[in-house]
């Protein structure tokens, strides 16, 4: 077993404040009795609030006190049960879990292979780059296992992550290199926002952020003479420093509005040719079937205006105030997470191609600005410090969205990104980081994939809904409880993250965990290197300065660091990335895809044949529309109280909820059609299931539109009920399993329809924080 050692421990008796970081903001922590205090660093112009989740949550009942097994597994061993989310847990010793979990991850190994292993903890990189649980566990079981079925893509962005290869080039570098906030400021004359670029969302990072700055940049923009317009059905899509004009529209039809504006611009003769002929592929194809010459429907403003919801004045003075300005056209993640996802990514991108504007500082096609952190932003001109995850010796992968799937229907074939797949068999399946119980859609069929698998294993410092359906659950530390490494490649600040305060009851570091797991399958020392986490830390320090030395940059030894408040990292210039270098000069730098050009029109994604996804940007309508029995759209974004789920039990969290539970946002005019009353509670139902919310009314949402933030704890009335209420206001036990398409697969859990209804009977109560008998 790893211990820490006498510094370590002296670190975590200490009470003066410490330097520590989150996704949320570089902050730094002390105890002070049995307290934990938090303030934000001192540089940060835009405090987030979300690191007050900390002082709550760090010894809440909700914390994992010592490994658990479920008493089902316990008695009768691996196999599907459908007990699992309903049944007791016993208490074990540490000894008795390891041993639990090595012997079975040997039976599957050695005995079906570690193509049955499923190696969860997809999703967000951790703000320590050390305890980075996905590294952790993909770095275990490949060492220890020889391998694992991993996920690709997101949740977040998994339609444009397929698509964007094939018709602009890297996905990263659109993203985060490309239209920075600086330019902005400093450059752009007009901004469309479809979607938005919400505070809530930019206000984290898959990693650390030392200083928020989307807001003031807004606000010197709008303050210059920038004009923001906001297309969305939420008015708090875009923060009130923008003094954005709301361009309110019907969910999911962003893709006709956007052709509508095309279509205007090249009607009008206000598109730029010149740009589309030595920039793009494909214009002549696509404009035919822009101007209905390929199936008879102009894409018009009074074609999209009964879709859109939107004026055709109105969508053709928008396309008119376009045309010769320094135009960002931007794209939010939210609009890819919906049915048909790729279209308004394609389309974006052509729109802004047929403005001329694609490479030019705070011009062109900003897609997801906004959407977290470090988009905007410059790159670091040196690495940061990272854990090999090694070599994967399995091949087999699935589109992450497609979990449930795969569980409930291994051997069957799917489609993805031109190829037919299988889904593989999968008998244990290995979470460490993550909660699908939040992430994923369609909660009760997720319970019934995982009543499928042999053995689920989790490591959590909380109760949450996926560790209440494992069968050996482990708790790991928090944060705060453990020193690493905090970094991100678009901010400069390295920081040393001390330890507040001990372990919660019995929990230990993954890397722990992991390290003497190795020793039981008899690869400690390949996994650990012989290492402590001390040592790590040292090891990994040095990739970040000896890049600093190459550069002739001041590189301070590990202790200087250790000793310090962070390090400043020199970063790379403002050039707005491949896409500047490809419109200063085509030919020297064209892009990675087929053409070497932006692809209006992909022969690569035609030649598919994908119904569901042609080869240039189509009106494809929803399959899924309101009906009587469902007549709202329900938007499920993201929260502003916490990072999707996480630390929901924290105090930030908790004083936004109402009675408990979590808001949803309507129109008065929806709400009194209906009875319902500020602060009412609420039930939302459709064939799927059902939840309760509180209310809270506000006309900054559209009519016919009701908004749900996720990352509420799922918490089921009668968990032995095949579809029960979730008591808590969870929308993902409404919202569809389903892919975008059949190119990527993505997930569509930004919309679903619902019914809307007044809660009478009496409230029910909320267990979600309390742990499992």
Same mark, same amino acid.
């Given at each position: 077993?790893?211990?820490?050692?006498?510094?370590e421990?002296?670190?975590?008796?200490?009470?003066?404040?410490? $330097?520590?970081?989150?996704h949320?903001?570089?902050?730094s922590?002390?105890?002070?009795?049995?307290?934990l205090?938090?303030?934000p660093h =001192?540089?940060? $112009?835009d405090p987030?609030?979300?690191?007050q989740n900390?002082p709550?949550?760090?010894?809440?009942?909700a914390?994992?006190?010592?490994p658990?097994v479920r008493?089902g597994w316990?008695?009768?061993?691996?196999g599907?049960?459908?007990?699992r989310g309903?049944?007791?847990?016993?208490?074990?010793?540490?000894e008795?879990?390891l041993?639990l979990?090595?012997?079975e991850l040997?039976?599957v190994r050695d005995?079906v292979g570690p193509?049955?292993?499923?190696?969860g903890?997809?999703?967000?990189?951790s703000?320590g780059?050390?305890?980075h649980a996905?590294?952790q566990i993909h770095r275990?079981l490949n060492?220890?296992?020889?391998g694992y079925?991993?996920?690709?893509t997101?949740?977040?962005?998994?339609?444009?992550?397929v698509? *964007?290869?094939h018709?602009i080039?890297?996905?990263?570098?659109?993203t985060?290199?490309?239209?920075?906030?600086?330019?902005?400021?400093?450059?752009?004359e007009i901004?469309?926002?479809f979607?938005?670029m919400a505070l809530?969302n930019?206000?984290?990072?898959?990693?650390?952020v030392?200083?928020?700055?989307?807001?003031?940049?807004?606000k010197?923009?709008a303050e210059?003479?920038?004009n923001?317009?906001?297309?969305?059905?939420l008015?708090?899509?875009l923060?009130e420093e923008?003094n954005?004009?709301?361009?309110?529209?019907?969910p999911?039809?962003d893709t006709?509005?956007?052709?509508? *504006?095309?279509?205007?611009l090249v009607v009008?003769?206000?598109h730029?040719?010149a740009f589309l002929?030595r920039?793009?592929?494909g214009w002549p194809?696509?404009?035919?079937?822009?101007?209905?010459?390929?199936?008879g429907?102009?894409?018009?403003a !009074?074609?999209?205006?009964p879709l859109t919801?939107v004026?055709a004045?109105?969508?053709?003075?928008?396309?008119r105030?376009?045309?010769?300005?320094?135009?960002?056209i931007?794209v939010?993640?939210?609009l890819?997470?919906?049915?048909h996802?790729?279209q308004?990514?394609?389309?974006g991108?052509v729109l802004?191609?047929a403005?001329g504007?694609i490479?030019?500082?705070?011009?062109g096609?900003?897609?997801?600005l906004?959407?977290?952190?470090?988009?905007?932003?410059?790159?670091?001109?040196?690495?940061?410090?990272?854990l090999?995850?090694g070599r994967n010796g399995?091949?087999?992968f699935?589109?992450?969205a497609?979990?449930?799937d795969m569980?409930?229907?291994p051997?069957?074939?799917?489609r993805?990104n031109?190829e037919t797949?299988?889904y593989?068999d999968?008998?244990?399946?290995?979470w460490?980081?993550?909660?699908?119980f939040?992430?994923?859609?369609?909660l009760?069929?997720?319970?019934?994939?995982?009543?499928?698998v042999?053995?689920l294993?989790?490591h959590?410092l909380a109760?949450t809904?996926?560790a209440?359906?494992a069968d *050996?659950?482990? $708790?790991c530390?928090m944060?705060?409880?453990r020193?690493?490494?905090? !970094?991100?490649s678009?901010d400069p600040?390295?920081?040393?993250?001390?330890?507040v305060? =001990?372990p919660?009851g019995?929990?230990r570091?993954?890397?722990?965990?992991?390290?003497?797991l190795?020793e039981?399958l008899?690869?400690?020392e390949?996994?650990t290197q012989g290492?402590?986490?001390?040592?790590?830390?040292?090891?990994?320090y040095e990739?970040?300065r000896a890049?600093?030395s190459?550069?002739?940059?001041?590189a301070?030894s590990?202790?200087?660091f250790?000793a310090?408040?962070g390090?400043?990292?020199p970063?790379q210039?403002?050039?707005g990335?491949y896409?500047r270098a490809?419109?200063?000069d085509p030919e020297a730098?064209?892009?990675?895809?087929?053409?070497?050009r932006l692809?209006?029109?992909?022969?690569?994604i035609a030649?598919f044949?994908?119904?569901?996804?042609?080869?240039?940007?189509t009106?494809l309508g929803?399959v899924?529309v309101?009906?009587?029995?469902?007549p709202?759209v329900?938007?499920?974004n993201?929260?502003?109280t916490r990072l999707?789920?996480?630390?929901?039990?924290?105090g930030h969290?908790?004083?936004?909820k109402h009675r408990g539970?979590?808001v949803?946002?309507m129109h008065?005019?929806d709400?009194?059609?209906?009875?319902?009353?500020?602060?009412n509670i *609420?039930?939302l139902?459709?064939?799927?299931?059902?939840?309760?919310?509180g209310?809270?009314?506000?006309v900054?949402?559209?009519?016919?539109?009701i908004?749900?933030?996720?990352?509420?704890w799922y918490?089921?009335?009668?968990?032995?009920?095949e579809?029960p209420?979730?008591?808590?206001g969870? $929308?993902n036990?409404l919202?569809?399993d389903?892919?975008t398409s059949?190119?990527a697969?993505?997930?569509t859990?930004?919309l679903?329809?619902?019914?809307v209804?007044?809660f009478?009977?009496?409230?029910p109560v909320i267990?979600?924080?309390d742990p499992p008998v």
């Amino acid at each position: 077993m790893l211990q820490p050692d006498a510094a370590e421990r002296n670190d975590r008796a200490d009470t003066v404040f410490r $330097p520590h970081t989150s996704h949320w903001g570089v902050f730094s922590a002390r105890m002070s009795g049995d307290q934990l205090e938090v303030r934000p660093h =001192p540089d940060d $112009p835009d405090p987030n609030g979300i690191i007050q989740n900390f002082p709550a949550a760090l010894r809440h009942r909700a914390r994992v006190a010592q490994p658990m097994v479920r008493k089902g597994w316990l008695e009768n061993g691996p196999g599907a049960d459908d007990r699992r989310g309903r049944d007791e847990f016993v208490p074990v010793a540490w000894e008795k879990a390891l041993d639990l979990l090595g012997k079975e991850l040997m039976r599957v190994r050695d005995g079906v292979g570690p193509g049955a292993i499923f190696g969860g903890s997809y999703g967000w990189s951790s703000a320590g780059r050390f305890h980075h649980a996905q590294s952790q566990i993909h770095r275990f079981l490949n060492v220890a296992c020889g391998g694992y079925v991993r996920s690709v893509t997101s949740y977040s962005s998994g339609s444009s992550q397929v698509l *964007i290869p094939h018709i602009i080039g890297d996905h990263e570098g659109l993203t985060k290199r490309n239209v920075s906030w600086e330019q902005i400021a400093e450059h752009t004359e007009i901004v469309v926002a479809f979607g938005g670029m919400a505070l809530k969302n930019s206000m984290v990072a898959g990693g650390s952020v030392s200083r928020h700055v989307e807001r003031s940049a807004m606000k010197r923009a709008a303050e210059r003479g920038c004009n923001f317009v906001l297309v969305s059905p939420l008015l708090s899509d875009l923060p009130e420093e923008a003094n954005a004009e709301w361009v309110s529209c019907v969910p999911g039809s962003d893709t006709a509005l956007m052709l509508a *504006i095309v279509h205007t611009l090249v009607v009008e003769g206000k598109h730029d040719r010149a740009f589309l002929e030595r920039y793009t592929s494909g214009w002549p194809i696509f404009e035919r079937y822009l101007l209905g010459i390929t199936d008879g429907q102009p894409k018009d403003a !009074a074609w999209a205006a009964p879709l859109t919801g939107v004026r055709a004045d109105k969508i053709i003075v928008l396309a008119r105030r376009l045309a010769g300005k320094r135009a960002l056209i931007v794209v939010s993640h939210s609009l890819q997470r919906a049915e048909h996802g790729e279209q308004p990514v394609w389309i974006g991108m052509v729109l802004a191609a047929a403005l001329g504007q694609i490479g030019l500082p705070g011009g062109g096609y900003g897609y997801a600005l906004g959407a977290i952190a470090y988009y905007g932003r410059r790159y670091n001109a040196v690495p940061i410090p990272t854990l090999s995850q090694g070599r994967n010796g399995v091949s087999d992968f699935i589109p992450v969205a497609r979990i449930a799937d795969m569980l409930l229907e291994p051997g069957e074939t799917y489609r993805f990104n031109g190829e037919t797949r299988t889904y593989p068999d999968i008998k244990l399946v290995y979470w460490a980081g993550g909660n699908p119980f939040h992430h994923h859609q369609d909660l009760n069929r997720l319970r019934k994939a995982f009543a499928r698998v042999d053995t689920l294993v989790v490591h959590e410092l909380a109760w949450t809904a996926t560790a209440r359906h494992a069968d *050996i659950v482990l $708790p790991c530390t928090m944060t705060l409880e453990r020193e690493d490494i905090g !970094a991100n490649s678009n901010d400069p600040l390295l920081v040393p993250m001390h330890p507040v305060a =001990p372990p919660y009851g019995e929990a230990r570091d993954d890397y722990e965990i992991f390290a003497d797991l190795a020793e039981y399958l008899g690869v400690r020392e390949a996994f650990t290197q012989g290492r402590s986490v001390r040592q790590w830390l040292e090891h990994l320090y040095e990739q970040t300065r000896a890049g600093l030395s190459e550069q002739g940059v001041s590189a301070p030894s590990f202790g200087a660091f250790w000793a310090g408040e962070g390090l400043l990292l020199p970063q790379q210039p403002d050039d707005g990335g491949y896409l500047r270098a490809f419109r200063n000069d085509p030919e020297a730098h064209p892009l990675p895809t087929p053409s070497g050009r932006l692809e209006i029109y992909s022969q690569t994604i035609a030649s598919f044949g994908e119904a569901d996804c042609p080869g240039h940007p189509t009106w494809l309508g929803s399959v899924y529309v309101p009906t009587k029995d469902t007549p709202f759209v329900l938007i499920s974004n993201q929260p502003k109280t916490r990072l999707h789920s996480q630390l929901d039990f924290g105090g930030h969290s908790i004083a936004f909820k109402h009675r408990g539970r979590e808001v949803a946002t309507m129109h008065p005019e929806d709400a009194a059609a209906r009875g319902i009353c500020e602060g009412n509670i *609420i039930k939302l139902s459709n064939e799927r299931g059902a939840c309760l919310a509180g209310v809270m009314l506000s006309v900054g949402v559209r009519r016919g539109v009701i908004q749900l933030a996720t990352g509420a704890w799922y918490d089921p009335a009668d968990p032995n009920e095949e579809k029960p209420l979730c008591v808590h206001g969870n $929308p993902n036990v409404l919202t569809r399993d389903i892919g975008t398409s059949r190119l990527a697969q993505g997930c569509t859990g930004q919309l679903t329809t619902v019914q809307v209804e007044r809660f009478e009977g009496n409230l029910p109560v909320i267990r979600a924080f309390d742990p499992p008998v």
